[in-house]
């Protein structure tokens, strides 16, 4: 499996796993879904760039996670929630050793309906296993 998709799983796996989380949203998607009821998270472009070391492969991939709700930012509570189980990535997953995560962007924003979303860029590097 590929580092980008052993970090998507596991992101998944981890949002789905959060009961503050899913108290909040209808569901997590890995990807886009034909029919999204708000509020849900779904987990976007995912990228990945060298960083392996002299003995071993690696990648740093960077996951968007995004919130869409239909009232706003609310109280935080949702981004608090992606924050804290960005701190719980760390671990191995499907052959890749993810060593160090983090959250490096937050971007909220409206789409062309109006509709307000928050962006969340997640910084994953992992070591192959």
Known sequence: M????????RLAT?????????????????????????PYLAL???????WGTKDRAGAE????VTWAAPDGPGDG?????????VQGLRGVS?????????LVRSRGEHDKAGRWAQGFDVRV?????
């Open 61 to 64: 991939v960077v996951v968007r």
């Open 2 to 9: 590929s580092a980008e998709a052993a970090v998507a799983v």
């Open 14 to 38: 981890l949002l789905r796993a959060d009961a503050a989380l899913m108290g909040r949203v209808n569901a997590v998607f890995e990807g886009p879904a034909a029919r999204m009821t708000l």
């Open 125 to 129: 590097r992992c070591l192959v296993v």
């Open 44 to 50: 976007g472009t995912v990228a990945a760039n060298d």
């Open 77 to 85: 509570v949702v981004g608090a929630r992606v924050a804290a189980v």
């Open 94 to 102: 499907a052959g890749w050793e993810l060593v160090s995560a983090r």
